[in-house]
């Protein structure tokens, strides 16, 4: 089946503010150098419908809801609100659409999920934000839009779902919301130490979970390792009926908030690989603060899926895209040329360390214990 592609205009020109890491262009940059490459579908992108304040407590709480409905309106959060919901603080800013850019990311997921109910790809670059909690934001996520999109595939009658997250953080809301649920199988692999400091290797929250933190410098050839050594195995083990993956673009090397070493030929041999295993399968963004890092790794996520050749120098139109773009980090003073002309990293090998070796056999040690459910 033709991947699908979801997107919004919501993301264009919002912002966390000036000096937030969420001050810049994501969404909108995937999505226009995948149109200045000639990659969009017959009919563009499918717009991400907003969610409604019904369907978004499916899984948080209605006072958190009408509380971001209200810091939206108002542009500001009460020092209640601060404390309980953690709106307005703890680096969850109120800015003009922060009920309702979120509430499109989870609207886009719960409509992806619902698209691959009777099979098929969807990519949604404006998802992933797997931090959010039942009742108050965290980590700059005020929703938990990956949640509410496994939720809908559960609703829809699946019990044998793979989630795998391969950004910098480890995806503690979607663990955290699972825990005891055995119908999703949560994997994630994430840098070790890094916030919000959960997702341990001996972490399996209940069983259905595993973590595989990774140490700084996390190369391509070790990512390769995890792929094979425990990645695979997991899935062909759980042989799911639908695979979402989390693709958070702050595990490569030009990230400000991480200390992997990633390419973006990492994410995309993720991807790949994961096409085939299931009949269906749900991509998402996530993460990731260097806007011409996360546009170029995302536009090749859509090239992946779909099949398409990624050019050695983008054209013209897509070059306008990168050079076009503005980074307040020391990062964005004099960015490499590369940035502009190409969409794929140079590989970036090295050592499979022993540290990676024993956790990614820590990740499959035990997975013949895993009740296996058919498709």
């Not at 200045?36 to 809801?65: D, V």
């Not at 639908?242 to 030929?265: R, V």
Request: a neutral charge.
């Amino acid at each position: 089946m033709t991947p699908l592609l979801i997107g919004s205009e919501i993301y264009r020109h919002s912002s966390y503010g000036p000096k937030h890491p969420l001050a810049i262009p994501r969404v909108s940059t995937a999505l226009d150098l995948i149109e200045a490459l000639g990659w969009l579908p017959p009919g563009g992108w499918i717009e991400a419908p907003m969610a409604t304040p019904a369907e978004l407590a499916r899984f948080h709480a209605p006072g958190y809801i009408a509380a971001l409905q209200r810091a939206e309106a108002t542009q500001r959060a009460t020092p209640e609100d601060q404390a309980r919901f953690h709106i307005g603080a703890h680096g969850n800013p109120v800015y003009r659409e922060v009920f309702s850019r979120p509430a499109t990311s989870a609207g886009g997921c719960m409509l992806a999920a619902r698209l691959t109910v009777g099979g098929g790809v969807v990519y949604c670059p404006g998802g992933g934000t797997h931090h959010g909690q039942p009742d108050r934001a965290s980590g700059f996520c005020y929703l938990n839009d990956p949640v509410l999109g496994l939720l809908t595939w559960l609703d829809a009658g699946l019990d044998n779902v793979l989630y795998v997250d391969i950004d910098a953080h480890h995806g503690d809301g979607v663990q955290d919301a699972f825990h005891d649920d055995p119908r999703v199988f949560t994997l994630s692999v994430h840098e070790e130490g890094r916030w919000p400091r959960t997702g341990a290797l001996e972490d399996r929250a209940g069983g259905a979970a595993r973590n595989l933190p990774v140490p700084a410098g996390f190369n391509d050839s070790e990512m390769l390792w995890v792929l094979h050594q425990a990645i695979l195995p997991a899935a062909r083990r759980l042989r799911p009926q639908a695979i979402m993956l989390q693709c958070g673009a702050d595990a490569l090397e030009e990230d400000p908030l991480s200390k992997l070493s990633l390419s973006n030929n990492a994410h995309w041999g993720i991807v790949r690989a994961l096409m085939d295993l299931a009949p269906r399968l749900l991509v998402l963004g996530g993460g990731g603060y260097n806007p011409w890092t996360v546009g170029r790794c995302w536009a090749g996520v859509w090239a992946v899926l779909n099949g398409f050749d990624i050019p050695k120098r983008l054209p013209p139109a897509a070059e306008q895209v990168l050079r076009a773009l503005r980074f307040g980090r020391a990062a964005g003073r004099n960015p490499p040329e590369h940035w502009f002309t190409t969409l794929r990293d140079a590989p970036r090998p090295g050592v499979v360390r022993a540290a990676v070796q024993r956790a990614a056999a820590a990740v499959v040690r035990d997975l013949d214990t895993i009740p296996v459910r058919e498709r």
